[in-house]
Structures are given as C-alpha cells and as structure tokens.
C-alpha cells in the first residue's frame, strides 16, 4: 500500500541525527522539519534549530551571555533588506563533542523556551472584568 501525500515522515539528515543520538541521554527530542532547516523540540517546546549543519539554541536574556562568552553569534536571516536576528545562537563547537556538554547548553536553552512560553500565556490570558457595582 503506497504511503498517503503528506503523511510520510523523512529521516533526519546526518548532522540532526548526530545531535539528537548526543542528546539522548538528555530528554526524548523530536526533530521537525521547517523551512530550510530542522526544529529540535522537547515537550512540544522548540529549543534549538539546525540550519546548515550548524546547531542554534534558544537564547534570552539569562542565557545569552554563556554564548556571547564563548564567542558564538546569533542566528540571522535576510529577509529583504533587512537582516534579522532571531532569539538562537550557534552552539559553540566544543559543544558538539560530547553529550553531557551538549545537554548542559540544551537544559539552559530548553529553560529559555519555558519561559517565553509562560509569558506568552500571560499575555494570551483573558482579563478578568471587574464586577459591575449595582447603582
């Protein structure tokens, strides 16, 4: 029976399959393809994307400066004229050497991931209305 249009799934290409065999001993890890690139994502929160064989992992603003330390520069695309610069930054090649080192840099960029996600919910909460007071 031939597979349905749109329902069949690709392996990996080697370089998300070398880091998602790295970071298995971290957490289940499930790879997405999008766009140009691969998703790497844990509980359904994306953490990280592989462009390029370069890894690139969440950043915010209590994480970014153990990139920034160890020299790697964010994630950017051109869109336009403009260039832009996502909240990733490349994965320093070190990293990529080992699993624990790797899972250390994924735990702080999963941990950026939560908590965009959780201010984002904040700001998709409803408001409450205060009640009307009887005239």
Do not use: C
């Not at 799934?9 to 970071?23: F, G, I, K």
């Not at 890894?55 to 051109?78: C, I, L, S, W």
């Amino acid at each position: 029976m031939a597979a349905r249009r749109g329902t069949a799934r690709t392996e990996p290409d080697e370089s998300v399959a070398y880091v998602l065999d790295l970071l298995r001993g971290w957490s289940a890890v499930d790879a997405r393809r999008m766009f140009s690139g691969t998703g790497l994502f844990r509980d359904g929160l994306m953490f990280g994307i592989v462009i390029r064989d370069a890894v690139h992992f969440k950043t915010d603003d209590e994480n970014r400066g153990d990139y920034e330390a160890a020299g790697m520069a964010p994630f950017r695309y051109q869109r336009g004229r403009k260039r832009v610069a996502l909240g990733y930054h490349a994965v320093p090649a070190e990293a990529l050497d080992d699993g624990e080192t790797l899972a250390a840099w994924a735990d702080k960029a999963y941990a950026a991931a939560v908590r965009k996600a959780a201010r984002g919910r904040k700001r998709t909460a409803p408001r409450h209305r205060k009640a009307a007071r009887g005239r």
